[in-house]
Structure formats: structure tokens, C-alpha cells
């Protein structure tokens, strides 16, 4: 039998002794793959990565890391529409069970102008360019916290999140739709509100 194992962090230790494992035996040792992002080694430039969406290097960006949910039509058509209204550059994550053409025509409707990102291998050097992630409970959160961007999360039903970013302060939770566009808006342009995100998504991570 197995002498010592491995996990992510506290929580994942926390699980694995409540399943019976012996905690004697039990090392936090993180994700290797976080590693190159803790460091951000390996990211390309910014010009690079504007060049692949056509974008202007003073645009600002949002991240939206997508999830297959009943609402997501809700979800981001709310997203698209405040940041249209604020003069952002929304790119799509996509979740890789998600279909592009179904944001494709909700764009097509409202005469908005769609980005996706279509190579993995560039998101997180997107995300470290943007100005904050937006998702519903896509572990995409978590690298972002890494990289030391905010995030906000959707949650337009009567469900708990599923995932407790917003719950532990770790990310801004927004329930109504109508509170999205001035939700991103300080995000952006209140430095507090960025530097109370990174305190508890540094205590979050660990």
C-alpha cells in the first residue's frame, strides 16, 4: 500500500481524511500544471495575442469561460449586452462540450461582434492580458486567481453556486442581470474592490 499521497491544497487534504485516509500520510504538494502560471513562464506577448483577435492594444478585454447550462442564454446575453454597453472586448472560453454557433446567433441578432479563443495553448496568456474573468462555475476561475486577475460570477437561478468563489470572497457573485454592467464596471475602475478580490483569492489557493 501506498506510503504517502499527494493533493492540491487543504481542502482536497481535508477531503481525503474524512474518507478515511490517514493524515500522517497525506502531503500538500499543489497542482504541477499551476506552476508554470505562478511563475507566468511561457506566456506569449501582448501583441501577439491582439493580433490573433484583431484588437487594438488599448482595448480591454473580459474572459468569458463559458459552461453548458439551461440558462446560458440568459447568462450571456447579459454578459454581451453590458459589455457592448462599456465599450469592452468580450472572448469566449469555451467550455469544450459548447457550441460556438449558439453565441454566434445571439451575437448575429444584436449586432454584437463575437471573439473565441480556439486554441487552448493561448488562454491563459489571454486571460493575463484582460481585465477580469466572468464565468458560472468553470474551474478556468482558478488559474485566473493565479494569475492574479479578479473574477466574477453568474448566477441568474434559485441554486446555490455551484462552485464557492463568491461565497469564500474570492470572486464577485451577481444573481440579477440587471447588476452585471456595474458589477464589471468596479471591478475595473475601483482598485479596492481588485485588491479585497486578490487578498481572498490568495487565501482561497491555499
Not at 97 to 103: L, V
Not at 161 to 180: S, T
Request: charged share 30%; net charge positive.
Amino acid at each position: 500500500s501506498s506510503t504517502k499521497f499527494a493533493c492540491w491544497g487543504k481542502t482536497s487534504k481535508e477531503a481525503l481524511i474524512g474518507y478515511g485516509g490517514d493524515e500522517k500520510k497525506i502531503i500538500v504538494t499543489g497542482c504541477p500544471r499551476y506552476d508554470s502560471l505562478i511563475k507566468k513562464h511561457g506566456f506569449k506577448l501582448k501583441d501577439d495575442i491582439y493580433k490573433i483577435f484583431d484588437l487594438n492594444n488599448d482595448d480591454k478585454v473580459v474572459v468569458y469561460a463559458t459552461n453548458v447550462m439551461p440558462e446560458q442564454e440568459l447568462m450571456f446575453t447579459a454578459l454581451a449586452k453590458a459589455c457592448n454597453e462599456l465599450n469592452l472586448k468580450l472572448i469566449l472560453a469555451l467550455h469544450p462540450a459548447d457550441k460556438e454557433e449558439f453565441y454566434q446567433n445571439i451575437c448575429s441578432k444584436n449586432n454584437w461582434k463575437l471573439f473565441v479563443n480556439r486554441d487552448f495553448a493561448n488562454l491563459f496568456s489571454l486571460i493575463n492580458y484582460s481585465e477580469l474573468l466572468v464565468t458560472k462555475a468553470s474551474t478556468v476561475a482558478i488559474e485566473a486567481m493565479i494569475i492574479d486577475k479578479p473574477i466574477i460570477t453568474m448566477n441568474f437561478t434559485t441554486a446555490p453556486d455551484r462552485l464557492p468563489f463568491a461565497k469564500m470572497g474570492a470572486a464577485i457573485g451577481v444573481y440579477k442581470p440587471d447588476d452585471l454592467k456595474n458589477a464589471i464596471s468596479e471591478v475595473i475602475n475601483k482598485e479596492e474592490i481588485r485588491n479585497k478580490l486578490k487578498k481572498k483569492a490568495e487565501e482561497f489557493l491555499k
